[in-house]
Structure formats: structure tokens, C-alpha cells
């Protein structure tokens, strides 16, 4: 049987006494596009950050359920194993000050200090670089520190450095909410590139990104999972009252 | 209306020039002592003093170069205790924050660095000179780490406190284990503000006296046992400048002006290193 890339039964999550995720069943199947979205602290960024084991960083946090990565409980297996199958792209850009551009691509591999032949390491950085539409505007100075970029292009070198360890699925939290428009233009014609390769979770505030570049769509509204359906389902024919409320702006 | 404004201006003006009055006129004392040191020692340096251990009472000539290896290994012993000690100790302190232990440390790192320098050196005498029966340079350079620690372990915290989490977050996020997100991201993105910390503690310790006069004790031939008594810059000044007899004050001038280079040295190269080495976040 064909597993889900991705699939919850029953799945919370807590912030101290604050129950964030409620009751969360879920199947992600594999190169898709997923859109989260819903009003703040509805539980979204939660769920996301559950899925890469992130939200247990945090003192208090806490979870219940099964989330599955394939046929393995996430919860089960090693958190850094976890995080090298599942990429993260925050909120705000986030290169490592410190290092070059090259260095930020290979980071995953650098910082674990996995060894790799000079060559393959080339060929990594040019392919992520490639895949995140960057190798052409920093192909020149790969050298230089990656704080240097603009910060769409900064996102997009986080896209290529989650890209470079070759995850399965990379989770992405309202990845252009600090971006100008062309750059958010540019990350969003970058989500069905990417489709082909891998699976996309994209926690977002904004519907009509979520309309333009998801397959299905997930809408959660206090800490609830309300509706999980194709996009295009959801936002011509939402089957839940509180979706409909949500899309047609009666409560944000 | 118009001669009210007038007061305000008036009243502002005068504000400002009593500012920059009262900031010129802290400048002169410590010019002043630069410039006097500066007078009274550059005649005695040279090659010939840098070399030699000074000279017996009636003999001319004599150098200072039993204090300066002294300094050296001292202030080198001591970085060794203190700055790995320090750093660690910093890094729990931002990274933990808020629980009881860093509360206490926190606590006595303010305290230690409060405490007198004569009583740290009374206390290593207790602990190590006593027991083992001898003045040492060891014991010097154990008063002077414990006098490092806090000026390490404070800067360390404060740069590492100011990183913002998403650096962590994104180092976590690739699968990179706790340790080496700290080792590999923390603290090299912090290393300017952790070196400056350590240069500023060394430029400290440099010049104390107090707890190496009954821990080093000095010596007055060359030499570099750390289990023996070992001569510093600080404790040759102390010992030539108040005995009675020229040669020796010349001795302490010329050893002073060492010192002073030696900080002011330390300094302008701290500040270098952090323009160079600073992170744009």
C-alpha cells in the first residue's frame, strides 16, 4: 500500500496550558503543493513546526498523536534525521551571516560535518542554486557573504540550502511575508518547480497566494483542522460554514 | 513669544558647551599621564633593556626582561584557565537564561567581579601558595583567571544574547546537532564581540598587582618554572618604583612605559579585529 508523504491521526500539540493543535488528522500526499492557512494563532505555524520536530524547542511544548513521515512516526525517530527529510524555510530570511553564499547552500552538510569530494559539492551547490532560480544572479560571487543579497534572493538562497540536503518534504512558514511583490512572484512561480521533486507545505496568511499556488488547501481555524480539500474546491465551494466565513472575509 | 525661544535657545546652547567643556576636561588628566609616562620611559628602551635582567644597585645598565617574560607567561597561563572556562560559562548563560543555575551563576559572576583584586590574591595564597609551600607563578596566574572570568563570561553572554533565534532555527532546521549549532553558528557569528571581551580582560589583568604580590611574589633573575617565583611588569613597578635609588626608578619608568604600550596596543587591535570580524546581521 501507497503510504501519505505526510499523515496525522488525532495529532496535538501544546504551548504550556495553551492547546494550539486540536485533534489534527491529515493525509499529504506526494508532490503536491499544500496551502495552511487561517486567522493568527490558529495553530498553523504550530502544526508546521510539529512536523519537522521544531516545536519541541520550545520549553513547554508538547504533543500527542501520530504523525507519520511515509510508514515512520516522526516522533519515534531521530529529530535530526527528522530535519534532514523535511526542510524548513522560515519566515524571514535566514542565511548564516558568517558564511558565503556557497557555504550557505552546503550548510546542512558543512554543519554536520559530513564530508564531501570538492566536486560533488560544485555540482550540489550550482543544482540547489539552479532549482531555487538563483545560479544565475549569484553565480559570480558565490564567494561572497550571503547577507550581501537582496531579501528575496536571500529567501530563495534558504530555498536552495533546504533543497540541497534532498528532503522529501519542505515546509515553508509564510515564506514571503517579508518580501516585496516581485520577489514574492518570483517564490511563488518557484513552488510549482519545485512540485516535481518534492512535497510542499506552505503555511500562509494571504488567500490569494494560497489560491494561486496550491493544489489543496488545509484551513485551520482555532487550532481545528476545519477543511482539508483541492484548492480550487475550497475557494469556489467551501463545504464548511467557518471556510466560507474565512474566504469571503467575514472574520479574519 | 520671540524672547521666550530666545531663552530656550540660549538655554540649550549653554547646555551643550558645558558638555563639551566637561568632556575636553577629562581628557587632559589621563593626556597628561600619557604624555608624562610616555616622557620619563621611551630614554630607557632599547634593545639592551628589553634583553637583560636588571642590573644590582650600583651597577648601570639592567633591562627588564625577567618582568616581561614573567607578564607573558602569566597573562598566558591565566587566558588559558580563564577564557575556555569563561566562554562556556557565557554560552550556558544565554542559552539558559532563565533557569535557577544561571540565575546564581549570573549573580556570583557580578559579585566576583566586584571583588577586591588584594583579597583574590589573599585567597589564592590560602589555596595554592600555602599547601604547596611556595610562591608560584602558577598561583599568579590563577588570581589573575579568576579576575578575567567575569569580564569574559559577561561579554561572551551579551554578544550571544543579541544573535537572534532564527540563526539557531535555521541551523536546527538542516538536522545539525545542539552542539555544533553552538560551536559552528553561535559562537563564530559572535566571535567578534567574544574576542574583544577577551582582549579587554587580558588588557585588564595586564597590569594588576595586587594579587601577584603574595601569589608570583617576582624574582629578580630570568626565569620561566611556573612552579617558582616568577618577576610581572606590574610587580617590578611596584617593587623599583618605591625603593630608593635612581637607576631603579628609570628601571620602573621605562617598565611602565611597556606596560602602557602593551594596553594601548591591545586596545587599538581589539578594535581593528572587531571592524573586521563584525557580522552584518
Known amino acids: ?252 | 513669544m520671540d524672547a521666550r525661544l530666545k531663552v530656550r535657545n540660549t538655554k540649550s546652547i549653554v547646555f551643550k558647551s558645558i558638555i563639551i567643556f566637561l568632556a575636553f576636561v577629562i581628557t587632559i588628566p589621563l593626556i597628561i599621564i600619557l604624555l608624562y609616562i610616555i616622557k620619563q620611559g621611551v630614554t630607557q628602551v632599547n634593545w639592551h633593556f628589553l634583553t637583560h635582567v636588571p642590573a644590582p644597585v650600583g651597577e648601570t645598565g639592567g633591562g627588564i626582561s625577567n618582568a616581561l617574560l614573567g607578564s607573558i607567561i602569566i597573562v598566558a597561563l591565566s587566558s588559558l584557565i580563564a577564557i575556555p572556562t569563561g566562554i562556556l560559562t557565557g554560552i550556558y548563560l544565554s542559552e539558559n537564561a532563565t533557569t535557577r543555575l544561571a540565575y546564581y551563576a549570573g549573580l556570583c559572576v557580578d559579585i566576583l567581579q566586584g571583588v577586591p583584586s588584594i583579597v583574590v590574591g589573599m585567597v589564592v595564597y590560602f589555596w595554592i601558595v600555602k599547601p604547596l609551600g611556595t610562591f608560584s607563578a602558577l598561583s599568579g596566574s590563577v588570581a589573575l583567571a579568576i579576575m578575567m572570568l567575569p569580564i569574559v563570561i559577561r561579554s561572551t553572554e551579551q554578544t550571544l544574547k543579541l544573535l537572534p533565534d532564527s540563526l539557531k532555527e535555521a541551523a536546527l532546521s538542516l538536522g545539525v546537532p545542539y552542539h555544533r549549532v553552538i560551536l559552528k553558528v553561535i559562537v563564530p557569528c559572535g566571535f567578534a564581540g567574544i574576542l574583544s571581551g577577551i582582549m579587554l580582560s587580558v588588557a585588564r589583568i595586564v597590569g594588576e598587582t595586587a594579587p601577584l604580590l603574595f601569589t608570583a611574589f617576582g624574582n629578580p633573575y630570568l626565569s620561566a618554572a611556573i612552579t617558582k617565583p616568577m618577576q610581572s611588569l606590574p610587580l617590578l613597578i611596584f617593587n623599583y618604583a618605591t625603593s630608593p635609588y635612581d637607576e631603579w626608578h628609570n628601571l620602573a619608568w621605562g617598565a611602565s612605559f611597556i606596560l602602557l604600550m602593551f594596553v594601548l596596543l591591545l586596545n587599538i587591535f581589539t578594535k581593528l579585529i572587531t571592524r573586521k570580524w563584525n557580522i552584518q546581521l
Open chain 1, 1 to 252: 500500500m501507497e503510504h501519505s508523504v505526510i499523515s496525522a491521526s488525532n495529532f496535538n500539540a501544546w504551548f504550556g496550558d495553551n492547546h494550539a493543535v486540536k485533534d489534527v488528522s491529515i493525509k499529504i500526499e506526494k508532490n503536491q503543493v499544500i496551502a495552511v492557512m487561517g486567522p493568527s494563532g490558529c495553530g498553523k505555524t504550530t502544526f508546521l513546526r510539529c512536523i519537522n520536530r521544531m516545536h519541541e524547542l520550545v520549553p513547554g511544548a508538547r504533543t500527542e498523536g501520530m504523525l507519520k513521515l511515509y510508514a515512520d512516526d516522526i516522533y519515534t525517530m531521530n529529530p535530526i534525521y527528522v530535519r534532514y527529510k523535511i526542510g524548513m524555510v522560515f519566515q524571514r530570511p535566514n542565511p548564516f551571516p558568517n558564511l558565503s553564499i556557497y557555504d550557505n547552500v552546503v550548510a546542512g552538510y558543512k554543519l554536520n560535518g559530513l564530508k564531501i569530494p570538492k566536486v560533488e559539492m560544485d555540482h550540489i551547490v550550482e543544482k540547489s542554486l539552479t532549482s531555487a532560480a538563483l545560479w544565475n544572479e549569484v553565480k559570480d560571487s558565490l564567494h561572497k557573504k550571503g547577507t550581501f543579497l537582496s531579501g528575496g534572493q536571500q529567501q530563495r538562497l534558504c530555498i536552495a540550502r533546504a533543497i540541497a540536503m534532498e528532503p522529501e518534504v519542505i515546509l515553508f512558514d509564510e515564506p514571503t511575508s517579508a518580501l516585496d511583490p516581485i520577489s514574492t512572484s518570483s517564490i511563488e512561480a518557484l513552488f510549482h518547480e519545485l512540485k516535481a521533486n518534492y512535497t510542499l507545505i506552505i503555511v500562509t496568511h494571504n488567500m490569494q497566494q494560497a489560491a494561486r499556488v496550491s493544489d489543496k488547501t488545509a484551513f485551520f481555524y482555532l487550532g481545528e483542522l476545519v477543511e482539508f480539500d483541492n484548492t480550487r474546491q475550497m475557494f469556489t465551494a467551501p463545504k464548511d460554514k467557518r471556510t466560507q466565513n474565512y474566504i469571503t472575509g467575514r472574520f479574519s
